[in-house]
């Protein structure tokens, strides 16, 4: 990192390079291009927060192989207070960001991070793999990579089993000295227009004869042959106070599409291997350590919108109702819940047998599955309780001295707010709920982890139920 740049300008500058991101049918540059303005402004911001005095022990810690202050997502957690400071540096992000942004690289790095605490593990199936590993964790501190993961296969035919659909799955079609070369396509890639690097695996288990679908890569965005295409953005083209949310943390999502992409041997940790694959799949130190972070941003997104919910209300002048004040409750009820299940995870934290302080996972994977609920019906209600006044929000933006503002003080305004006041409290409302971004994030949260319904179903199958059975068993024996 050039002595000139901060953190975060060094980010932004290495992402001068010949990666390929389309959008709206043209290949764009990511640093000059209006659509991702905002966005990498607020990725900058955060990204400083590890040098700026105030908030540097928060955010980042010394770390001696790197000689400098690295993100705590990578992080071993050695105690029960390391998992307190990684928390606290997903709180900091999550607040600075409200939880809108789920893919902020702390998730990624914390996957990687829990790789690296059990790599030895995988010497059973291939010797290579501790050392590429840990040079690749080595080298993502030092340079302060941005990350994302990218697993699931497009939606061409859902209904062929897996391996089946030739045109769908990612998959290696040659090898030589160098490395391996992979064609076919991945989805949802959030994040992936502008991070440094993917990393890129199979989330379902691969079958036995088909081992050139079972990989585990990690590809430069700015590979050859690597086509990133993005969906619509959310942010305008020209600054706009009436999209708040839209104009700093739309983070972008795409498709990837690999033609013959070259991944170097030091990059594939895994090759032609789905039991292996499974293996890294099901590893309990990076689910713990992501999905930790993943509950720590949940909690900070419930929390906005049950404070914009409440201002609205308040506003409005509803709040003394008592079906808004039910379902004000219910809003705090969900928050809290997850509040709790967080502090449960880490209160319940213990040590694997590499020496590594994990969290306890039943408690993370319950918030997971709640989230998915709990989001989408924050975002009803906060639709319920505004109700038209989401639709009827002026168009543009009104000074102090455009004519109609005598008539929008006498009939836009609130309880305790001018018009203007109320008018920027409802556009962020109509944002996180109504906006292409809103509608977005409330895809994303009942999703992001997966199919719900199946995960709901896994925490069933995966549970000690012999402890639940010898609760019933003593009543069987009773003589009526």
């Known amino acids: 990192m ?25 290949r764009v540059s990511i640093p000059h291009h209006p659509a991702f303005q905002g966005t990498l402004q607020t990725i900058e911001r955060l990204f400083n927060l590890a040098d700026e005095p105030e ?44 939880g809108v942004m789920s893919r902020l690289s702390d998730y990624a790095r914390s996957r990687l991070t829990g790789w690296y605490a059990t790599r030895h593990d995988m010497a059973i199936y291939d010797p290579y793999y501790a050392d590429k590993l840990a040079a690749y964790y080595q080298e993502a501190k030092r340079k302060d990579a941005f990350l994302t993961i990218v697993q699931r296969d497009p939606q061409i035919n859902r209904s062929l089993p897996v391996g089946q659909d030739e045109d769908a799955m990612l998959r290696v079609v040659k090898t030589n000295a160098e490395g391996i070369f992979l064609r076919g396509a991945k989805m949802v890639a959030t994040a992936a227009p502008y991070a440094d690097d993917i990393v890129v695996y199979p989330v379902q288990r691969i079958p036995a004869d088909r081992p050139e679908l079972a990989h585990m890569v990690i590809v430069p965005v700015s590979s050859p042959g690597l086509h990133l295409v993005c969906r619509e ?22 498709i990837l599409f690999f033609d013959d992409v070259l991944v170097p041997w030091e990059r594939v940790l895994i090759h032609n291997n789905p039991q292996a694959l499974w293996q890294i799949r099901s590893n309990a130190a990076s689910s713990s350590l992501a999905y930790h972070q993943s509950i720590i941003r949940l909690h900070a997104k419930l929390e906005f919108i049950t404070a914009v919910t409440s201002a609205v209300a308040n506003e409005i002048g509803v709040d003394s109702f008592l079906n808004v004040q039910e379902q004000l409750g219910e809003m705090i009820s969900q928050m809290q819940t997850i509040e709790g299940l967080i502090i449960a995870s880490e209160a319940q934290a213990k040590s694997d047998a590499h020496g590594n302080w994990l969290p306890s996972f039943q408690f993370i994977e319950t918030a997971r599955n709640l989230g998915s609920r709990y989001y989408p019906r924050a975002v009803e209600i906060l639709k319920t309780i505004a109700a038209g006044g989401l639709i009827q929000i002026p168009s543009g933006n009104f000074d102090r001295n455009e004519p109609l503002r005598p008539l929008l003080d006498k009939y836009l305004g609130g309880t305790t707010m001018q018009a203007l006041e109320k008018i920027r409290l409802f556009q962020l409302a109509w944002d996180i709920t109504g906006s292409p971004l809103g509608a977005r994030h409330d895809l994303y949260e009942r999703f992001y982890a997966g199919d719900p319904t199946r995960n709901r179903a896994n925490q069933y199958v995966q549970y000690d139920k012999e402890t639940l059975k010898k609760k019933v068993e003593p009543w069987l024996n009773i003589h009526l």
Do not use: C
């Open 233 to 254: 953005s959310f942010a305008a083209k020209t600054p706009d106070p009436s999209h708040p949310l839209s104009a700093h943390y739309d983070e972008m999502d795409a």
């Open 2 to 26: 050039s002595l000139t740049m901060s953190r975060g300008q060094a980010y932004i500058h290495r992402l001068n390079d010949d990666r390929n991101v389309w959008l709206d049918g043209e």
């Open 55 to 98: 908030t540097r022990d928060t955010v980042a810690f010394w770390d001696e192989q790197t000689a400098g202050y690295v993100h705590r997502a990578f992080q071993l957690p050695l105690s029960p207070n390391d998992i307190q400071r990684r928390a606290g540096a997903f709180r900091l992000w999550a607040d600075r960001t409200h």
